[in-house]
C-alpha cells in the first residue's frame, strides 16, 4: 500500500509539473505575441505607435551561412525591420512540389531575422519582379489551360491563392506571425500593379482582380496589416504604399492608413551590357529625411543587401548576376562606407524624434525659396526638420529665434526644436576605398590556384536522343519551359550544283531573325556568327553574315539562348524569345533567296553536356591535354582547386572568358559574361548629390566589361579538392582564371567645423557637447587592425575625395604630426575638429579637417 500511495503521489507530482509547464508557456506565447494595427499615423504595435526603419534582404540571393551576419548589421544600422520577397519559381518549381531548403529556406531566415530582434515584412506577391527571372512566377504556370496572369482569371486566382496560402499556413505553423509571438508585422499582396499603366492595360478585368486578392489576403487571418505597393484604388483595409527614389510627396488613397514607403531604390540593378549605377548616400539620407519630415513613419531600402542571382535566377532579359545594388551591405556583405555609416547616423537621429512624431502631424510652413518647415509638438515633445530644397545654393535659415546653415539638397534634424543632431549632407561617417586584389592561378601555397583542367566538347547541333521535329520555326520559351537557356534549330539543305549562289560567284548570306535574347550560328558545323538584343526592352536578334555553302547537303545549327526572362510590365509573361524567323539565304548579287522558314526544323532543347550531367564534374568523359583547348565556341572545361586561404569573401575574376555558366561543386554560380561591355559614354569621375536622382545620373565603368568578378561563396567550398566546371559558349581561355578577395586600401574621414556633433554624442549633457564640437572619427573595418599610417592629413580647406585629398590654399602645419601623435597603433581614434587643436591657418573662413589612413 506504501508503494502504491508513493507511486501516486509521484503520478500527481508529475501531472502538476507538465500543466505548470504547459500554462508557463501560454504564459510565455501570450507576453510575446503582439497586435498589430495601424491607424492614420503609424503602424500600431501593441498599442503604441512605431517610426520604423527597414531595408530589404532577399534570403536565396545570399547563403544560409551568410544570413546571421547580414542580419546583425542590418540591426547594428539601425534598422527594425527586414523585408524580402517570396520567390514562387524557386519553391514550386513543378507544381505542387516544393523546395524549401537551403538559400530557399524562408521560414529559417524569418526565424534568424527574429531571433536578432527585428521585425519582418513578408512580400508574398506572388509576382515580384525584383529583375528575378519571370517575375517570380513558375513557368508551369503559363501552360495552365486557359491561364491569363495578374487579372479576372480563374485559373490564375486559384493557383496564386493556393500558393500564397501555402506561404501564410507555413509561417502560422511556426507561429512567426507577431499575433502568434513571432516577428513577422506586414503581408504584401500583388506589387506595383498601379505602376505606370499596367493595371489599365488589363481593361475592365483589372479592377475586380485588385478587389479580390485583397479579400482573399484579408481571408486568410494572419493577424496583421496587408500591403500592396503602388496600388492607389488598394480597397481597404490594405495600406497602399508607395516605390520609388523620393516618396515625400506621396499621398495615401485613404485619410485612415498612414505613409509607408516599400522601395526607397538605394542604387539601381546591373544588366550585361551596361554601366554601373550608384547612388550618392547624401541624396538617399535627403529623400528619408524628406519623407519623415513630411508625415511618414515607415520606409524601406530597397536594398540593403542586394546579394547575387544564382544560377539562372535573374531575369531581364540581360539583367547581371551581381545584384549589388550598390547597397550598404555590398553584394559580398560587407559594410559599404559612407553610406552604411551615414545612413546608421540618419536612423539615431529620427529616432530622436520619434516620441514627438507619433504624438501628431507635422505642422509644415515654408521659410523662404525653397525652404521648409516641419515641426512635431504637443505637450513637452517637439522636433523639427529643416529642408532646404533647392540645388545650388547654401540657405541661412532663421527657426525659433535661431539661425541656421542648410546646404542646398539637405535636411537638418532637430530632436529638440533647437539643436541640429544631423544634416543630410554633412558626413561624420568614414569612408574606406577597397578593391579586389586577384591571386595567380598558379600554384600557390596559400590555396586557390586551379589545376588539372580538363575538357569536353559540346556537339555542334542535335546531339541527344530527345530531339524532335517540327514544320516551321517554334517560339523558344513555350518549347523549352525555361528548362535550360539553350535551344537548337537545326536544318538540312541541299544546294544543288546549278544553284545561282555557286554558278556566278555570289556572296551567300545568312539572315535570321529572332525574338532575341542570343545568336549564334554555325554552317557545316563552323561557327559563322552570332548577334545580341540591346537590352530588356529590345532584345530582338537580327544577323546577316556572309557563309560559304558547298553543293549537296549543308548543315544549319541555329543556337537560340535566353539571358533572363522578362519580369516586368503588363502581359510580360507573354514576351517571347527565340527565332521566329525570316531564316533566308541570299544571293546579294542575283537577289535570288530560299526562304528556310516553313522547312522541317529538328529541335534540342538544352546541351548534351547537361544531360551528360558534366556541371558536378564526375563525368568520365573529361579529356586532359597537354594543350588546352582555347578560345574555340562551345566547349565545357573542369578544373581542381583548394579553397583559398582566409574566410573574406571571395570572387571569382572571368578575365579571359566569353560567355557562359559557371559551377562550384555542382552549385551555379551564375551567367558570366565579360565580354558585354558598358559602353564608352555617360559616366562622370564624381557624381552630385543635389537634384533629383534618376538611374541614368550618376555611372560609372564606362568602356569595361559590365561584370568581370564573380561571387564565390565561402560556404559552397571544401578545403580541398574544389571542382570548378565551366560551359563556355563563344570561345575564351580559362587558365587566365583568377580568385580575388577584396582588401581595404584606405580609411578616410573629412569633418569641417560647421559638421554637427557625432549623432551618439546627443544623449550627452550640454556642457559637454558643447566644448566636444564637431570630431573626426577614424576606424579600422576589422577587429585585429589598427591604424598603421596616416597617408594625408590636412586641416584647412582640403580638395578632393577620399584616395584623392590635396591640401588647399589654406593649411595647418602641424595636421599631420597631431593625427599620427592621436591615431597610429590605434584601433579607432577621435580627432576635434577646432582651432584649439591643429590652430588658425586662415581666421574666418570655415575649415575641414580631411585625413586618409591605412590598417594592417
Known amino acids: 500500500m506504501m508503494g502504491v500511495k508513493g507511486r501516486s503521489g509521484c503520478y500527481y507530482l508529475s501531472l502538476m509539473l507538465v500543466l505548470g509547464v504547459i500554462l508557463l508557456n501560454c504564459l510565455v506565447m501570450t507576453s510575446f505575441a503582439a497586435k498589430v494595427t495601424y491607424d492614420h499615423r503609424a503602424l500600431v504595435i501593441d498599442g503604441k505607435r512605431r517610426v520604423l526603419i527597414s531595408g530589404s534582404i532577399h534570403y536565396p540571393r545570399s547563403t544560409p551561412d551568410m544570413w546571421p551576419d547580414l542580419i546583425q548589421k542590418s540591426k547594428d544600422g539601425g534598422l527594425d525591420v527586414i523585408e524580402t520577397y517570396v520567390f514562387w519559381n524557386i519553391h514550386e518549381p513543378v507544381r505542387n512540389q516544393y523546395d524549401f531548403e537551403g538559400r530557399k529556406d524562408l521560414i529559417n531566415f524569418v526565424k534568424l531575422v527574429g531571433k536578432a530582434g527585428l521585425y519582418v515584412h513578408i512580400r508574398i506577391g506572388p509576382y515580384v519582379c525584383a529583375e528575378w527571372n519571370y517575375g517570380g512566377f513558375p513557368l508551369w504556370l503559363h501552360f495552365i489551360p486557359g491561364v491569363e496572369f495578374r487579372t479576372d482569371n480563374e485559373p490564375f486566382k486559384a493557383e496564386m491563392k493556393r500558393f500564397t496560402a501555402k506561404v501564410v499556413d507555413m509561417i502560422k505553423q511556426e507561429n512567426l506571425y507577431a499575433s502568434q509571438g513571432g516577428p513577422v508585422i506586414l503581408s504584401q499582396i500583388e506589387n506595383e500593379y498601379g505602376n505606370g ?21 484579408t481571408s486568410l487571418n494572419t493577424g496583421v496589416p496587408w500591403v500592396m505597393c503602388q496600388q492607389p484604388d488598394a480597397p481597404a483595409p490594405i495600406i497602399n504604399t508607395c516605390n520609388g527614389f523620393y516618396c515625400d510627396q506621396f499621398k495615401q488613397n485613404s485619410d485612415l ?42 520606409q524601406n531600402y530597397y536594398m540593403y543587401h542586394g546579394g547575387t542571382n544564382f544560377g539562372r535566377t535573374s531575369g531581364g532579359p540581360f539583367i547581371a548576376t551581381s545584384y549589388d545594388y550598390d547597397a550598404p551591405l555590398d553584394e559580398y556583405g560587407l559594410i559599404r562606407q559612407p553610406k552604411w555609416g551615414h545612413l546608421k547616423d540618419l536612423h539615431k537621429a529620427i529616432k530622436l524624434c520619434e516620441a514627438a512624431m507619433v504624438a501628431t502631424d507635422p505642422t509644415i510652413t515654408s521659410l523662404g525659396s525653397n525652404i521648409e518647415a516641419s515641426v512635431y509638438k504637443t505637450g513637452s515633445q517637439c522636433a523639427a526638420f529643416l529642408a532646404n530644397i533647392g540645388t545650388q545654393t547654401d540657405a541661412a535659415v532663421n527657426f525659433n529665434g535661431n539661425s541656421y546653415h542648410l546646404p542646398p539638397w539637405s535636411v537638418s534634424i532637430l530632436p529638440d526644436c533647437k539643436n541640429v543632431a544631423f544634416n543630410t549632407a554633412k558626413i561624420n561617417s568614414v569612408s574606406t576605398i577597397s578593391k579586389f586584389v586577384t591571386q595567380s592561378s598558379e600554384a600557390d601555397a596559400s590555396g586557390g590556384s586551379l589545376s588539372g583542367w580538363a575538357s569536353v566538347n559540346e556537339p555542334v547541333g542535335i546531339s541527344s536522343d530527345n530531339a524532335f521535329t517540327k514544320t516551321g520555326l517554334l517560339e523558344q520559351i513555350n518549347t523549352t519551359a525555361d528548362k535550360s537557356d539553350y535551344l537548337w534549330y537545326s536544318l538540312s539543305v541541299n544546294v544543288k550544283n546549278d544553284e545561282p549562289f555557286l554558278q556566278d560567284g555570289s556572296e551567300t548570306v545568312l539572315h535570321v531573325e529572332s525574338l532575341g535574347h542570343v545568336l549564334h550560328a554555325f554552317i557545316n558545323g563552323n561557327l559563322s556568327g552570332s548577334g545580341k538584343g540591346k537590352d530588356s526592352g529590345n532584345s530582338k536578334v537580327t544577323i546577316e553574315i556572309p557563309v560559304t555553302v558547298v553543293p549537296g547537303e549543308n548543315k544549319i545549327d541555329l543556337l537560340s539562348v535566353t539571358v533572363g526572362l522578362q519580369n516586368y510590365g503588363a502581359f510580360f509573361d507573354q514576351k517571347g524569345a527565340g527565332i521566329t524567323g525570316p531564316v533566308q539565304l541570299k544571293g546579294f548579287k542575283n537577289g535570288s533567296t530560299i526562304d528556310l522558314s516553313s522547312k522541317q526544323w529538328t529541335y534540342q532543347v538544352g546541351l548534351k553536356g547537361d544531360e551528360l550531367g558534366l556541371t558536378n564534374g564526375g563525368s568520365s568523359l573529361w579529356k586532359s591535354q597537354s594543350a588546352l583547348p582555347t578560345n574555340q565556341p562551345l566547349i565545357w572545361y573542369k578544373a581542381n582547386f583548394d579553397a583559398p586561404a582566409g574566410d573574406t569573401p571571395l570572387s571569382m575574376d572571368f578575365t ?98 560647421a559638421h554637427p556633433l557625432p549623432i551618439d554624442m546627443w544623449d550627452s549633457e550640454d556642457d559637454a557637447r558643447n566644448k566636444a564640437g564637431p570630431t573626426l572619427s577614424l576606424e579600422c573595418p576589422h577587429p585585429n587592425q589598427v591604424i598603421s599610417s596616416i597617408k594625408f592629413a590636412s586641416f584647412g580647406t582640403p580638395q578632393g575625395t577620399c584616395g584623392s585629398f590635396s591640401h588647399g590654399r589654406c593649411r595647418s602645419g602641424d595636421a599631420l604630426s597631431v593625427v599620427k601623435k592621436v591615431c597610429i597603433g590605434s584601433k579607432k581614434c577621435n580627432l576635434g575638429v577646432s582651432i584649439n587643436v591643429f590652430g588658425d591657418p586662415c581666421i574666418g573662413v570655415t575649415k575641414s579637417l580631411a585625413v586618409e589612413a591605412s590598417c594592417t
Not at 499596367?198 to 486578392?213: D, F, L, Q
Request: charged share 15%.
Open 656 to 753: 579571359g572568358m566569353g560567355k557562359g555558366e559557371a559551377w562550384v561543386n555542382g552549385q551555379s554560380i551564375g551567367r558570366f559574361w565579360p565580354t558585354s561591355t558598358a559602353p564608352n559614354g555617360g559616366c562622370t569621375d564624381s557624381c552630385n548629390y543635389r537634384g533629383s536622382y534618376n538611374a541614368d545620373k550618376c555611372l560609372k565603368n564606362c568602356g569595361k566589361p559590365s561584370q568581370l568578378l564573380y561571387h564565390v561563396p565561402r560556404s559552397w567550398l571544401k578545403s580541398s579538392g574544389n571542382v570548378l566546371v565551366l560551359f563556355e559558349e563563344m570561345g575564351g581561355n580559362p587558365t587566365k582564371l583568377s580568385f580575388a578577395t577584396r582588401e581595404i586600401q584606405s580609411v578616410c574621414s573629412r569633418v569641417s567645423e
Open 257 to 298: 492608413t498612414p505613409k509607408m514607403w516599400t522601395e526607397n531604390w538605394t542604387g539601381w540593378f546591373l544588366s550585361f551590357g551596361g554601366t554601373v549605377p550608384y547612388r550618392p548616400v547624401e541624396d538617399i539620407a535627403f529623400a528619408v529625411a524628406r519623407f519623415f519630415q513630411r508625415g511618414g513613419t515607415f
Open 197 to 217: 499603366g499596367i493595371e489599365s492595360s488589363y481593361g475592365p478585368h483589372a479592377k475586380p482582380y485588385v478587389n479580390w486578392a485583397a479579400s482573399m489576403a
